[in-house]
């Protein structure tokens, strides 16, 4: 697997909404996130881990009773073959792509919060012999575009071992990951493009303050 490719993730705090009931309350913080890798190979695995600043609970509006985190994103595959042998042959695809939160609290001890994975099989139609342009088209060559989405949530309790790490009336960080794997088969000669865009949200659950 060929090194981590850096690639620009943008997180950026939305706004903070605040929603009542006659017995509980609610504040939730929305993060959009997107990232466009260069795509140059299969097999190989891109990655970025940002740290995503967010407000943690405070203790002063009440008691905090379990925090909901969701993660939901969509993506965007765009993969190309050509044929350059003199026989026909099939091309096969395999996309996987992941984000997740959580914390590293030393260099070998990630401890995951949430993870949303998805992923793709492809198998081309039948292209014939190579027709002497490498451009994906005509009848030695094969394009075609995915869309799929992913989502996860996660509540966490009082009972959890990470649920303290939310309280306290302070901006805090939690790990934010995406990834994307591309497998072609075979791989010479193959285009690929890919485009993500999701959201994280956390929602604070709470009793409000007497």
């Known amino acids: 697997m060929g090194k981590p490719l850096e690639i620009a993730v943008s997180c950026l705090v939305l706004g903070i909404g605040l929603a009542s009931t006659a017995h509980a309350q609610s504040i939730t913080q929305k993060f959009p996130f997107s990232f466009t890798p260069s795509l140059t190979s299969s097999g190989r695995e891109y990655l970025q881990v940002n740290n995503l600043a967010y407000n943690g609970f405070n203790p002063a509006l009440g008691t905090l009773k379990s925090v909901y985190i969701k993660i939901s994103y969509k993506y965007f595959f765009r993969n190309g073959w050509e044929n350059t042998d003199v026989i026909p042959k099939f091309i096969a695809w395999e996309h996987i792509g992941d984000a997740g939160l959580g914390w590293n609290d030393g260099p070998f001890d990630y401890v995951p919060a949430i993870q949303a994975v998805t992923r793709t099989d492809y198998v081309s ?64 000669h193959a285009y690929f493009g890919a485009k993500v865009n999701g959201t994280v949200q956390i929602t604070y659950f709470y009793t409000p303050a007497p």
């Open 125 to 188: 139609p039948l292209m014939g012999p190579y027709d002497g342009k490498i451009n994906q088209f005509g009848a030695s060559g094969f394009r075609v575009d995915h869309i799929g989405a992913a989502s996860q949530v996660a509540s966490i309790t009082a009972t959890s071992p990470n649920f303290t790490r939310f309280i306290g009336n302070e901006a805090k960080e939690i790990q934010f990951y995406s990834r994307l794997t591309v497998f072609v088969r075979p791989d010479n």
